[in-house]
């Protein structure tokens, strides 16, 4: 067992696995934060999104999309926040959470005046979203 502190590569509870392919790993959040929280991560222990292939990619996410679907029907959420943050579990994988209809937005945390985005404190100008812009297009 190469990475045997991974919950992905080492499954603890099989309990918890919805399925287990090439395609990629879903299963039940050991620690949900509400019923029909899941997470979906890639086959093989690669720790970021930009570790992974375009392949890799294309699976896992088509995997997500399938659970998503599932998950809504399941639990009548309004939706899923698709979550990857990556500061804990290093195995490349996102975090499909049900919004209830009552329950509060996910994105003022993030992007409000009082989220994550005001404490970093990111204001561009526009030469710098220009710079970026034609940068990442010569990539796509
Ligand atoms: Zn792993």
Known sequence: MDHPECIFCNIQNPNLVITNTSDGIAMIYPEPVRPGHVVVGVKQHKQY??????????KMFA?????????VEMTRAEKVYVVGVGDGDKHFH???IP???NDAKLGPY????KGWAA????KFEA????????AL???V
């Open 119 to 122: 404490s970093v404190g990111s």
């Open 137 to 139: 297009k010569q990539k």
């Open 49 to 58: 999104l930009h570790d992974i292939s375009e392949d890799e990619a294309r």
């Open 127 to 134: 030469a710098e979203i220009a710079k970026y812009v034609k």
């Open 99 to 101: 919004k209830m209809p």
């Open 94 to 96: 996102v975090h499909l």
């Open 110 to 113: 993030i992007f409000g005046e």
């Open 63 to 71: 995997l997500a999309n399938r659970m998503a679907k599932a998950i």
